[in-house]
């Protein structure tokens, strides 16, 4: 059984830097995961993933040079490291994966990959960013 628990959130002003962290145990060696923000009112949007078979990292294009995607296998953990934050990256974030997946590149990003009996959610770290 997979269970995901995000941590490191919190208040803080532009500019600033946070380090996310999803603690990951059940997480298979074949598995994709991912970091989702979702902001009020707004859809659930992927903005970093990784596949555990290659590593190779994807980002969406409002992630790409301030966000970084990491994981340690031996610690079941995934990271999410935020620099220059902004007020527009205000949002609960969302650690996800999802076992039995061979998903690369911008796929990692698709929610749909996230879905079904094989894909897994935390409940959320909130990051709220003033101005």
């Known amino acids: 059984q997979v269970q995901l628990v995000e941590s490191g959130g919190g208040s803080v002003q532009a500019g600033e830097s946070l380090r996310l962290s999803c603690a990951a145990s059940?997480?298979?060696?074949?598995?994709?995961m991912a970091w989702f923000r979702q902001a009020p009112g707004k859809e659930r949007e992927g903005v970093a993933g990784?596949?555990?078979?290659?590593?190779?990292?994807a980002y969406a294009d409002s992630a790409k040079g301030r966000f970084t995607i990491s994981h340690d296998n031996a610690k079941n953990m995934m990271y999410l490291q935020i620099y220059s934050l902004k007020p527009e990256d205000t949002a609960m974030y969302y650690c996800t994966a999802r076992t039995s997946c061979s998903g690369s590149g911008a796929g990692l990003l698709n929610p749909a990959v996230y879905r079904g009996p094989d894909a897994y959610w935390g409940q959320g770290t909130q990051v709220t960013v003033s101005s």
């Open positions: 990784i596949a555990h078979h290659h590593g190779t990292p």
């Open positions: 059940g997480v298979t060696d074949n598995s994709c």
